[in-house]
């Protein structure tokens, strides 16, 4: 059994690792989207993260929660709607943030490359190519290809007998009953 699934690893290539997400399960977002619409965009792919593009460039992969979390931590500062506004891109440069990303490289992969020679578990973003197309990512840790397909946070009103969920932060008020957003899960 042991030696099955050594077996097994040893000939795992780039596209049948843990370490693959197809280019569908990851949404590419511009940094020139608001909040809102980053958050909207992650519900409606079920995303835990993203691309996020500059011009057409790929340039980082940003982890759902991390961002959440900030955004929660600048809204209590200031206001959820103001946040809710803000353009991506600026918001990731705001002073003394420093939100998590990984770094996508120059250098892609090919999709039948065999993974043992490549794993070295950094904190690096590959795209990976077959037959000359992208067809998806390999996350060099395994531990960030989870975050993909963990759920993407959800934004919580305050009304006090029945707290909503909500899939983005909208104008900084709940969807349903207008009660103010005052946290995310
Ligand atoms: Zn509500």
């Not at 790929?58 to 353009?87: C, E, P, Y």
Request: proline share 7%.
């Amino acid at each position: 059994m042991e030696q099955q699934s050594r077996g097994r690893l040893a000939i795992s290539t780039v596209v049948r690792a843990r370490h693959f997400a197809a280019s569908v399960k990851i949404p590419r977002i511009s940094e020139d989207d608001i909040l809102q619409e980053t958050f909207k965009k992650l519900s409606d792919a079920h995303a835990g993260g993203f691309v996020l593009i500059s011009g057409e460039t790929g340039r980082s992969f940003v982890i759902a929660q991390d961002l959440a979390h900030a955004v929660s931590k600048v809204a209590t500062k200031t206001s959820w709607k103001n946040v809710s506004q803000m353009r991506l891109g600026t918001f990731i440069a705001y002073p003394g943030l420093s939100i998590p990303h990984i770094p996508i490289t120059h250098e892609s992969l090919l999709a039948d490359a065999d993974v043992l020679s490549l794993v070295r578990g950094r904190r690096v973003l590959y795209p990976v190519q077959e037959n000359g197309k992208y067809i998806g990512w390999f996350f060099d840790a395994e531990e960030h290809k989870a975050a993909v397909d963990t759920p993407p946070p959800t934004f919580i009103c305050g009304n006090p007998k029945h707290p909503h969920s909500n899939p983005d932060p909208d104008s900084g008020f709940c969807y349903r009953c207008r009660y103010p957003i005052v946290r995310t899960s």
